[in-house]
């Protein structure tokens, strides 16, 4: 007997846990009992149910009227809760309504439904109190203000700052590309120091090139003549300062005649005429003729070389890569692309960023 008491009261018990379990309680709070006309007031839902129970809590319209007098504005997310290692939850809401009229009214019943049944909290009392207006001294009754601007608050727009200053760098950068792509021009320069020789030293390396390549003793004596001549004319261009390269031989004796002598000039102008006939006469010169004019260039540069004294070296750009290749000059232009779509999406969000901002 004692055993089947026992199992009876272990029944019991259970069955009353689960019926605890099961247990529905809807619970409404105000967050005080009276409030002025115009006012907001926050009503607190608290409904407990089973963990596997389908809960619907009411709900309104915005400024629908629930109850005569008494204005619904919104509601706020539901929290949900899990308690008893998970077998009930608890669901809580804010809502909150607003009265224009000053009564004693009393508030909706938060209905809620739980698996398809109705459950209801207890009504509450609210007190809408109006203002006392001194109707003597009308004077002393003020219009409704205007909006106040917010302050202006650093923080909000460092987000805004900070993509300007993204955007300007972006800007900078994809302006830059897009003009060395369109003038041409190589991306990258180096510059480094290099040495300036003097117009005499020049000159004698290039006419020791012509030595070994010994073009004198070429059948095309105008190819020799021609860079030949064209030695002569950089070497005065750069040791008297007058465009030699511009003029023509009867021009350039003219001008030497006021800085050099006779001498010299008579072999330079030997020389420059047997040239002249070579290129545009098609005049055959022996190799000794040309040989002795090779002689006559080496002594003129030698009687009227200016030893200069020695120079800083001077800089010097150097192109990295003067033409680009095709495959180069695709991906500079997707980069293009790629850089003014982020540029893009830049101004879109700072435009955003402010638009919203300023509201």
Known sequence: MRILKNIILIICCLLGLAKANAQVTVEAKLD???????????????????????????EWDSLQQVAPGIEFVHAEKTDTSLLNDG???????????????????????????????????????LKVLTFEIDTLHGDSIYGIKEELAPPFDWAEWREVIWFCVLALLIGGLLGYVIYRLKTNKPII?????????????????KIEQIKEEKMWQSEDSKE????????????????YGFNAMEMTSDEIIQHLQEV????????????????????FAKYSTLINENDRNLVSAIEYINQTKLEEPEQKPQPEV????????????????????????????????IGYRIYMLTL
């Open 32 to 58: 005080s009992a009276g409030i002025f006309i115009g006012q907001r007031i926050g009503m607190t839902l608290e409904v407990s149910a089973d963990a596997k129970s389908n809960v619907e809590l009411p």
């Open 318 to 349: 150097i192109v990295v890569e003067e033409k680009r290749s095709k495959i180069a000059k695709w991906t500079l232009i997707g980069s293009i692309i790629v850089a003014g779509l982020v540029l893009l999406g830049v101004l879109v969000f």
């Open 87 to 125: 077998k009930r939850m608890a669901l809580t809401r804010r809502y909150y309504f607003t009265s224009f009229d000053s009564a004693l009214y009393l508030m909706p019943e938060m209905n809620v439904k739980v698996d398809g049944k109705d459950y209801s909290s207890k009504r509450l009392a």
């Open 224 to 239: 020799y003549y021609t860079q030949l001549t064209d030695t002569l004319r950089n070497y005065i261009k750069e040791r």
């Open 260 to 279: 050099n002598d006779e001498e010299a000039i008579n072999e330079l102008r030997e020389l420059f005429q047997t040239a002249d006939l070579v290129k």
């Open 189 to 205: 320069r180096r510059i480094r120091n290099k040495k300036r020789q003097p117009p005499h030293k020049v000159a004698m390396q």
